[in-house]
């Protein structure tokens, strides 16, 4: 089945700073790959998504970067805010199937 | 178009009584998911319904644990004989096709069970 690594687990940056967070999968089937954001006690919120047939998607400050040969892909946040602190995770979606997620990464960011 | 809908918020059981989880998902949506999250960790697949099929339930304990998704109505987690280890947020979500647009999933507040 699929497995998805992610890294770091934990993150702290300068407000102002570039954040990036990266994560492999295992199942060359999968072609979806959302990332969500989960702020402490609050539900997993959808933030940005790729599919496999894109290799970059931009949103404002976020973008999500993919490349299917290594089998990696990473969120990229730039211009970083105290708001932007919560828990990332990414997910891999084999077949379209269940969502697999990664372990998370807890994202600081200091005034 | 109200969200995902996890009831209760908060259950409290005591070791070997059953608790029930409740999701109603989106307007609209077919697909439900549950997942587990434990204090500090990520989120664990559990099951994976359309309207009164199991499609995927790889993720579910063998024992104690079923799901079921009928025709009219939530989605309802149900968990026998709890015991301390069963300690967890569950989340629902909910998406609604599989594939192609749509495939988003959202996520209910989830409800956070504690056995004591």
């Known amino acids: 089945g699929e497995n998805v690594e992610q890294h770091p687990s934990t993150l702290s940056v300068q407000e102002g700073d570039s954040a990036v967070i990266k994560c492999t999968y295992s199942d060359s089937a999968s072609n979806y790959f959302p990332w969500y954001k989960q702020e402490l006690g609050k539900r997993p919120q959808l933030i940005i998504d790729?599919?496999?047939?894109?290799g970059e998607k931009k949103d404002q400050r976020i973008a999500v970067t993919l490349n299917k040969t290594a089998k990696h892909f990473s969120l990229h946040i730039t211009e970083t805010q105290p708001e932007d602190s919560a828990v990332y995770f990414c997910?891999?979606?084999?077949?379209?199937?269940?969502?697999?997620f990664g372990t998370g990464t807890r994202l600081l960011v200091s005034p | 178009n109200a969200g995902v809908m996890q009831n209760p918020r908060h259950l409290v059981r005591r070791r070997g009584q059953e608790a029930r989880l409740r999701c109603s998902p989106m307007?609209?949506?077919?697909?439900v998911y549950w997942y587990r999250q434990l204090p500090e960790e990520g989120l664990k697949f559990m099951v994976y319904l359309q309207k009164e099929n199991i499609i995927d339930e790889s993720g579910m304990p063998k024992e104690r644990f079923s799901a079921e998704f009928p025709k009219e109505g939530p989605s309802i987690l149900r968990i026998q004989q709890v015991v301390r280890g069963d300690s967890a947020a569950y989340f629902c979500a909910s998406s609604l096709n599989r594939g192609g647009d749509g495939t988003e999933a959202f996520f209910g507040q989830g409800t956070r069970l504690t056995v004591v």
């Open positions: 790729i599919r496999s047939n894109v």
């Open positions: 307007k609209g949506h077919s697909h």
């Open positions: 997910a891999a979606c084999p077949g379209f199937q269940k969502l697999v």
